[in-house]
């Protein structure tokens, strides 16, 4: 179903020929490959305080991950079901050994909700993962860095402007400028 809303979007889809080592590379890439401008084309579907829907973050971070992977990387949304799982994980990522989970959420909404589903006993325990990550998209004034403070070492925070002109990630220690404004833009 997910592959079919990419074809849509996109008509013909080249994808990647890199094919990936790490979770944190897969999602440096597919966080720079994102469309950021059709998600600001998406705000007008937002709630009464602007910020983004996440099934819409959901959707389009899909679509580049999809780009940022080989034919024979299996990206898949809405898992859970076929594993048995008691939950539904948003995103996963299949190649060769390789079994990732993505999970996304915004401004940090329900964070430690998020990270106990990960947990031993947590409902994604049964899809056996070899890693997984939580990605959060926050909007800032500025795309500054935030800080969160939990016990997971997993979170990616992507900071963006209201624009989305401005565009930063940040996981642990390590930060990125992924888009800076351009006067075109």
Same mark, same amino acid.
């Given at each position: 179903?997910?592959?079919?809303?990419?074809?849509?979007?996109?008509?013909?889809?080249?994808? $990647?020929?890199?094919?990936?080592?790490?979770?944190?590379?897969v999602i440096?890439?597919?966080?720079?490959?994102?469309?950021?401008?059709?998600?600001?084309?998406?705000?007008?579907?937002?709630?009464?305080?602007?910020?983004? /829907?996440?099934? %819409?973050?959901?959707?389009?971070?899909?679509?580049?991950?999809?780009?940022?992977?080989?034919?024979?990387?299996?990206?898949?949304?809405?898992?859970?079901?076929?594993?048995? $799982?008691r939950?539904?994980?948003?995103?996963? /990522?299949?190649?060769?050994?390789?079994?990732?989970?993505?999970?996304?959420?915004?401004?940090?909404?329900?964070?430690?909700?998020?990270?106990?589903?990960?947990?031993?006993?947590?409902p994604y325990?049964?899809?056996?993962?070899?890693?997984?990550?939580?990605?959060?998209?926050?909007?800032?004034?500025?795309?500054?860095?935030? %800080?969160i403070?939990?016990?997971s070492?997993?979170?990616?925070?992507?900071?963006?402007?209201?624009? /989305?002109?401005?565009?930063?990630?940040?996981?642990?220690?390590?930060?990125?400028?992924?888009?800076?404004?351009? $006067?075109?833009?």
């Amino acid at each position: 179903m997910w592959h079919l809303f990419v074809k849509t979007r996109l008509g013909y889809v080249e994808r $990647s020929s890199c094919a990936p080592t790490t979770l944190q590379g897969v999602i440096l890439r597919a966080v720079k490959s994102t469309d950021y401008k059709s998600i600001r084309e998406q705000f007008r579907r937002t709630l009464f305080n602007e910020i983004l /829907l996440e099934r %819409a973050w959901q959707m389009e971070f899909y679509k580049a991950l999809y780009l940022s992977t080989p034919n024979n990387c299996i990206t898949s949304a809405d898992v859970g079901d076929v594993f048995e $799982s008691r939950g539904v994980i948003d995103l996963t /990522l299949y190649y060769g050994d390789l079994f990732w989970g993505i999970e996304l959420l915004r401004e940090g909404d329900r964070l430690d909700e998020h990270i106990r589903r990960f947990a031993l006993d947590g409902p994604y325990s049964r899809l056996q993962l070899t890693d997984y990550c939580l990605l959060d998209f926050q909007r800032v004034p500025r795309a500054a860095q935030i %800080a969160i403070t939990t016990g997971s070492e997993n979170p990616f925070i992507v900071s963006y402007d209201e624009g /989305l002109h401005n565009v930063s990630m940040s996981h642990g220690e390590e930060s990125w400028i992924i888009r800076l404004a351009a $006067s075109s833009d």
